[in-house]
Nanobody, 120 residues
C-alpha cells in the first residue's frame, strides 16, 4: 500500500504561483511513476504532469512552460510548482503513484486531493 498526502493548495489570483507537495508513505525511489492529475467541476480527471523512473517527465499541453514536477527522494515527496496560474487551472489536484507489478499490470494509488482556486 502507498499512502499519499497532498498539501499546498489554496486560492491565488491569476498570474500567481503555488507549490503543491505530495508526501508518500514509502520510498518513492521504488515507485515507477508519480504524477499530478486534476479534476475541475463537471469534468473528467486529467493528467497534469508525471515523472517516471529516471526522472523522465511529461506534461499536459496546458501545463507546459508553466508547471514543473520534481521530487525529493530523501523526503519521499513529489512537488508541482505552478506559475502563471490561470482561472482555468482551478480544480482539485490529486497526486498519483503507479507501481508496476509486471508487464501491463500495475497499481494506482491516489491522494485525497487539494483544492486550487485561481480567481481575481
Amino acid at each position: 500500500q502507498v499512502q499519499l498526502v497532498e498539501s499546498g493548495g489554496g486560492s491565488v489570483q491569476p498570474g500567481g504561483s503555488l507549490r503543491l507537495s505530495c508526501a508518500a508513505s514509502v520510498n518513492i525511489f521504488g515507485i515507477n511513476a508519480m504524477g499530478w492529475y486534476r479534476q475541475a467541476p463537471g469534468k473528467q480527471r486529467e493528467l497534469v504532469a508525471v515523472m517516471a523512473s529516471g526522472d523522465t517527465t511529461m506534461y499536459a499541453d496546458s501545463a507546459k512552460g508553466r508547471f514543473t514536477i520534481s521530487r525529493d527522494n530523501a523526503k519521499n515527496t513529489v512537488y508541482l510548482q505552478m506559475n502563471s496560474l490561470k482561472p482555468e487551472d482551478t480544480a482539485v489536484y490529486y497526486c498519483n503513484a503507479r507501481r508496476v507489478r509486471s508487464g501491463l499490470l500495475f497499481d494506482d494509488y491516489w491522494g485525497q486531493g487539494t483544492q486550487v482556486t485561481v480567481s481575481s
